[in-house]
């Protein structure tokens, strides 16, 4: 019997011990399960779960620190320090540093008033950021994290990096089925790390950051 992983969150699929709670009884092939047959956690469809292989180990390749020779610096737009404040006063208020938060609110409020409103952006714009992403930023983000042993870093960048597939999973079935993938169901967003869920109710625990569902808020059709 095979297992099969699935390249968005992480899911794996035990051809032996199958999925019982969703009818789906033990010994069930991969190709016994239907064609539009999605991952319980996150709804990527077949086509993006791999064959699990088991590979010889090998040693770790020692990264090199990436210069700021390596990349351009710019400084970030109004929208982005919106941003990028906000998560930090999230950050904050995990550890109950609840003064610290507040600051850190309102200065994500002042750079998202004053931010310019952006240019209506294409599908093949977005996907090319998120490939970008995934196939050179978090790579370098990485390797600085490595060599400078932060390991709280190298945590943000594994939910990121999952985050972002997902992210990039969703996209490709809504260029598929267009507005039909948000009819009739709801939107939720793990408060905690990003995950982004299209369903009716969301799983129990987030795929990504493990907090429970009470942190995977339900989100308004306006913010999509």
Sequence with gaps: MK????????????????IPEAGIAPDTKWAGLPDD??????????DEFEEQTVQASSPPKQNEIISEEDHELRELSAGEKSALFSNLSKGCEKQYRLEEAEYFNQLSEYFKNISKPSEQSQFSDIFKLLTQNLNTDYAQANSTAVNA???????????????????????TRYEKKKNDLLKDTNIYVCEICGFVYVGDVPPEICPVCKVPNMKIQQIGREAV
């Design 149 to 171: 042993s932060d390991r709280g870093a190298l945590r943000a960048l594994v939910w990121g990096e999952k985050v972002t597939r997902i992210l990039s999973s969703i996209l």
């Design 37 to 46: 047959w999605t991952c319980p956690l996150c709804g990527a469809s077949k």
């Design 3 to 18: 297992t099969y992983i699935c390249t968005v969150c992480g899911y794996i699929y035990d051809e032996a011990a199958g």
